[in-house]
Nanobody
Framework: QVQLVESGGGLVQPGGSLRLSCAAS????????MGWYRRAPGNERELVAR???????NYEDSVKGRFTISRDNAKNTVVLQMNSLKPEDTAVYYC???????????????WGQGTQVTVSS
């Protein structure tokens, strides 16, 4: 059973920082792209940042220069470092990964349970 477990959300003041972590566990053969998405109240889920297995990254325009995504392939983890946070960053953040489970041929999309990030004074 493959699962993604997130940690690190919380309440922070504008201008502050938070670090989100996501660990993939279970019977995993390979992990391909990993990323973070978010959903604010009343909005659709949107891509925040994504990183390939080779370390190529891409970011949603509003977070460029403030957020950094990184991964540790040996530990099956992905981290989102969020700096200079703004109230509009408030959302539930979800970890996502494309994973080939052990013994499977196909590649499957997995999601974490979500972690709340609230930016408010």
């Amino acid at each position: 059973q493959v699962q993604l477990v997130e940690s690190g959300g919380g309440l922070v003041q504008p201008g502050g920082s938070l670090r989100l972590s996501c660990a993939a566990s279970g019977s995993i053969s390979s992990i391909y792209g990993m990323g973070w998405y978010r959903r604010a109240p009343g909005n659709e889920r949107e891509l925040v940042a994504r990183i390939t297995s080779d370390g190529v990254t891409n970011y949603e325009d509003s977070v460029k220069g403030r957020f950094t995504i990184s991964r540790d392939n040996a530990k099956n983890t992905v981290v989102l470092q969020m700096n200079s946070l703004k109230p509009e960053d408030t959302a539930v953040y979800y970890c996502n990964a494309g994973i080939r489970p052990t013994g499977e041929v196909g590649l499957y999309d997995y999601w974490g349970q979500g972690t709340q990030v609230t930016v408010s004074s």
